[in-house]
């Protein structure tokens, strides 16, 4: 069984104009029929770094979870946004984007690795005081831009790092989509059977021509678990000044069919929050 974890959140949140409260709860809700896994939906993080993100905790009341077989996330940040977070009995995960790029965690979160590695402990214990589960997203886990030191044995030790923790989901994330077939596959053979209890999953960001080989080396090293957004829009804004768009929602089912892999979606839902992604993302 594939996990499908849908990323509205990464689509709007560089979004060029700001999107209503009102239209992300049409949007959310009808990706809340479609019978993705768990939607990425929002995120707790500084209104000044992503405006677009100020107005979760208003959307949140307003979800249609009830008959919903999706689960959320949202994104935090820091400790103060996650414990902004887990108040919220609606919300089973908590994701936290840390960098094996010294340079893009500061960027990104304004804190070191080291000092990353500290908050992502003191998360944990939040998670698991209010019943949920922390997801870590190894970002920059395939390459950076900055000339930041990468290997794969970074990227490894640091799930050790995680590991220790008992982190129990970790996503290697393609931040600014460098990650080739090679490093992929090179990075899933030798996680995902060192760490039986974590559950691997893959964030990539890709041009359209390249996902469909990311995706094949992930799926056949034992990935399981994909993050994607409708249409392939988004990228992540603290990255660098041109986004590189989502893996595309469509492009992975596709692969799911050709590959005769079940999915457990509505695909008339799945049309309906298509048609309303064209109006949302609009200009």
């Not at 709007?12 to 990425?40: C, P």
């Not at 490894?156 to 600014?176: C, F, G, Q, Y």
């Not at 249409?231 to 992975?252: F, Q, R, S, Y």
Request: charged share 20%.
């Amino acid at each position: 069984m594939l996990k499908l974890i849908e990323c509205p959140r990464d689509a709007m949140q560089g979004w060029h104009r700001i999107i209503s409260t009102e239209e992300k709860v049409q949007y959310l809700n009808a990706l809340l029929e479609v019978g993705f896994d768990t939607i990425d939906f929002g995120s707790f993080v500084s209104p000044k770094a992503i405006p677009q993100m100020a107005d979760t905790a208003k959307v949140l009341p307003q979800l249609k979870l009830e008959g919903s077989k999706s689960k959320l996330l949202a994104i935090v940040a820091n400790v103060r946004g996650a414990e902004e977070a887990v108040i919220f009995d609606e919300i089973n995960y908590l994701g936290f984007p840390f960098s094996v790029s010294e340079t893009f965690q500061l960027r990104n979160t304004n804190k070191t690795i080291a000092e990353s590695l500290e908050q992502v402990q003191t998360m944990q214990e939040l998670c698991i005081k209010n019943h949920k589960e922390l997801v870590v997203y190894i970002s920059m886990g395939f390459g950076n831009p900055y000339g930041d030191a990468y290997s794969p044995e970074i990227v490894l030790r640091w799930v050790e790092e995680m590991a220790k923790l008992e982190i129990n989901i970790i996503s290697l994330a393609d931040t600014v989509g460098v990650a080739d077939p090679v490093t992929i596959s090179n990075l899933f053979q030798h996680l995902i059977p060192a760490y039986p209890q974590v559950e691997f999953g893959a964030h990539f960001h890709a041009a359209p021509h390249q996902w469909e080989e990311k995706v094949q080396a992930a799926w056949d090293h034992g990935c399981r678990r994909f993050d994607s957004a409708i249409k392939g829009i988004g990228g992540c804004p603290m990255a660098k000044d041109d986004l590189v768009g989502n893996l595309a929602t469509e492009n992975l089912i596709a692969f799911c069919d050709k590959h005769q892999v079940s999915l457990p979606l509505d695909r008339n839902a799945l049309k309906k929050a298509q048609a309303l992604a064209d109006v949302v993302f609009t200009n």
